[in-house]
């Protein structure tokens, strides 16, 4: 059974498309980058600065939110949106991924997984009810099935195993979903590693169940490039054209440029922030490590005709010298220069492909990736 439908699909330019989703929070413009706030904080910048680099809508994590401080006690104090003071959408994962990734002791039954907290070693049951009853808790205008997620590679047995038991934890969650407020969504998760058929498999009986929208889960964990990139052309397609679809875990601005033109609406990562604490900065010139020392004598900024002012204002001399000394203040402004060239390359995307030019701004980009960045003065 189908749900209603929040997405208004604007314009196409081959497979690429450009839409508008609308949650409870305000409005989403796709394609989106979402910023991960993990425990509900972007990890060195301000929720001010996430909102003024361009983002509509930002993703929470299930698993680290209810272990501390818990959905009961974000509930109390107003929601998510409320605690952290980020007024806008916000999308919460199940907590299955960080169920297999962190947790080395963990037991995967049809009911739940069980599994001891990373923070306190206490034991704890998610099953697909409480992870839908957590983002319900918490407040997020979309929330994902509860799945599992295999890393790759893996072996056919498996990924069939964890395929079918996400389409049956799918309708669990659903049916935990049904009393949920009118404007919230549910999205829908396509697993089946990197089988071709499999995931074929999923993504139809998912839109037999019917979801608000429909991801693609269980890529970005080990394979190459190739293989994520064939993974989405199989899916894609499988999936209804009215509704969002969301590509997990995905990736460096090269991975959201080829998954765009592939059908993808929606991305996260930890990468530009992550990054950016390393001393790595996105840019139109490609990647730039600012620990290298041909930026330690060199006045000029990062990119001079980027929008955002501390990729304009502040020197490669001093953004090396932040890094190199571990100033905290490196890390911020490397973070929030990296989160605004993610939304500036989203907002290309969504004009090109409105303008029905979105090869000329495929072509363009990868140009001055391939340019490198500036010689060293």
């Known amino acids: 059974m189908s749900l209603p439908n929040h997405f208004e699909l604007l314009a ?28 509900g904080a972007m990890k060195g910048m301000h929720w001010r600065e996430v909102r003024d680099a361009g983002a509509d809508i930002v993703l929470g994590n299930t698993y680290h ?7 009961e006690r974000i509930a109390a104090l107003g929601g998510l949106q409320t605690f952290t003071g980020w007024n806008g959408p916000m999308l919460t994962d199940s907590g299955g991924f960080q169920v297999m990734s962190l947790s080395d002791l963990r037991k995967v039954t ?21 992870s839908i009853e957590v983002q319900r808790l918490l407040g997020a205008d979309i929330a994902m099935q509860m799945d599992e997620c295999v890393r790759l590679p893996a072996t056919r047995d ?31 998760i396509v697993q089946g590693g990197d089988i071709p058929e499999m995931r074929h498999v999923s993504a139809c009986e998912l839109v037999e169940i019917g979801f608000h929208g429909y991801a693609i889960g269980g890529l970005a964990v080990g394979e190459p490039q190739v293989v994520m990139l064939a993974m989405v052309e199989e899916t894609a397609p499988a999936l209804p054209a009215d509704r969002p679809r969301y590509l997990m ?46 930026h330690a004598d060199d006045p000029r900024p990062l990119d ?15 953004l090396h010298h932040l890094v190199r000394s571990g100033e905290t203040l490196g890390a911020m402004l490397l973070s929030e220069i990296n989160v605004a060239y993610y939304q500036h390359l989203m907002r290309g995307m969504r004009e090109a492909i409105a303008s029905g030019m979105f090869e000329t701004f495929q072509n363009q980009t990868r140009a001055g990736w391939a340019r490198g960045d500036i010689a060293p003065r």
């Open 65 to 71: 939110l209810m272990l501390r401080p818990g959905a």
């Open 12 to 39: 196409t330019d081959s497979a690429a498309r450009t839409g508008r989703l609308t949650t409870p929070h305000g409005v989403v413009q796709t394609p989106a980058f979402m910023p991960v706030g993990t425990a």
């Open 304 to 318: 001079e005709e980027s929008e955002w002012p501390a990729a304009r204002n502040y020197s490669r001399a001093y």
């Open 249 to 294: 875990g995905v990736g460096t601005p090269e991975d959201l440029l080829e998954s765009v033109a592939r059908g993808i609406d929606m991305f996260d990562c930890v990468m530009p922030t992550r990054n950016g604490r390393h001393g790595m900065a996105f840019t139109r010139f490609g990647q730039i490590n600012l620990r290298n020392a041909r």
């Open 110 to 130: 049809e009911k739940a997984v069980t599994f001891r907290s990373h923070i306190d070693g206490a034991k704890v049951e998610l099953s697909p009810e409480r």
């Open 158 to 188: 498996d990924i069939e195993r964890a395929m079918r038991l996400s389409l049956r934890w799918a309708e669990r969650s659903k049916r935990a979903f049904e009393s949920a407020l009118d404007g919230y969504m549910l999205f829908g």
